[in-house]
């Protein structure tokens, strides 16, 4: 059984920041990876970044690289995105998901959160 709640979306201008959270429970420890994904409205859900469950390894998008930064806490089994020098074009719901594995593709996650908003006005 594997939970995520993400929280911290919200809304900001141009050129803000914002740090989302995903809290992380699972029942029973085992290797896994986790990532942020995005959905904007009438286009598919993108990858943004990825880090292993020992964080030994990251990845992020071409469109985010530069200025966001995946990190995590074991000790509060939270996965952190630090996004700074927003633009509009991040706007998106954006979604913690956890798998086994190590990929960047939306499909081959199984266990995702509810999602949290984010809009950056111009």
């Known amino acids: 059984q594997v939970q995520l709640v993400e929280s911290g979306g919200g809304l900001v201008q141009a050129g803000g920041s914002l740090r989302l959270s995903c809290v992380v429970s699972?029942?029973?420890?085992?290797?896994?990876?986790t990532a942020w994904f995005r959905q904007a409205p009438g286009k598919e859900r993108e990858f943004v970044a990825a880090?292993?469950?020992?964080?030994?390894?990251?990845a992020y998008a071409d469109s985010v690289k530069g200025r966001f930064t995946i990190s995590r806490d074991n000790v509060k089994n939270t996965r952190y995105l630090q996004m700074n020098s927003l633009k509009p074009e991040d706007t998106a719901v954006y979604y913690c998901?956890?798998?086994?594995?190590?990929?960047?593709?939306?499909?081959?996650?199984?266990?995702w959160g509810q999602g949290t908003q984010v809009t950056v006005s111009s």
């Open positions: 998901a956890a798998t086994r594995g190590w990929t960047t593709s939306p499909t081959d996650y199984g266990y």
């Open positions: 699972i029942r029973t420890f085992s290797n896994y990876a």
């Open positions: 880090i292993s469950w020992r964080g030994s390894t990251t």
